[in-house]
């Protein structure tokens, strides 16, 4: 089992900047991708980006790419997500979820373990 709590949400402007923080716990977080997903009222869940299990991939969907950075601190078992430049189409409960190094961490389907959200709200 590996247990996942997230931090860092609240409601912010248009442009500013939040950074959100997983923490891990249970087996050992370097044999897991980590990913951070986003669910919208009334939307499906999404795959915002993720990283490697090595730290050396990393993916992003296209709405993120240049505003979003994900890392990952294998001395703190934590992932975060940085943020910038927030819109408010990003407003959403923000997921924290660890994939087996084995799987592929592409898909959300091979996500085992997840924390339990965090909201995000941009306001214009």
């Known amino acids: 089992q590996v247990q996942l709590v997230e931090s860092g949400g609240g409601l912010v402007q248009a442009g500013d900047s939040l950074r959100l923080s997983c923490a891990a716990s249970g087996r050992t977080f370097s044999n897991y991708a980590m990913g951070w997903f986003r669910q919208a009222s009334g939307r499906q869940r999404e795959l915002v980006a993720a990283?490697?299990?090595?730290?050396?991939?990393?993916l992003y969907i296209d709405s993120v790419k240049g505003r979003f950075t994900i890392s990952r601190d294998y001395a703190k078992n934590t992932v975060y997500l940085q943020m910038n430049s927030l819109k408010p189409e990003d407003t959403a409960v923000y997921y924290c979820?660890?994939?087996?190094?084995?799987?592929?961490?592409?898909?959300?389907?091979?996500?085992?373990?997840w924390g339990q959200g965090t909201q995000v709200t941009v306001s214009s």
């Open positions: 979820a660890a994939a087996p190094r084995q799987k592929n961490y592409n898909y959300p389907s091979a996500y085992d373990y």
């Open positions: 990283i490697t299990w090595t730290g050396g991939s990393t």
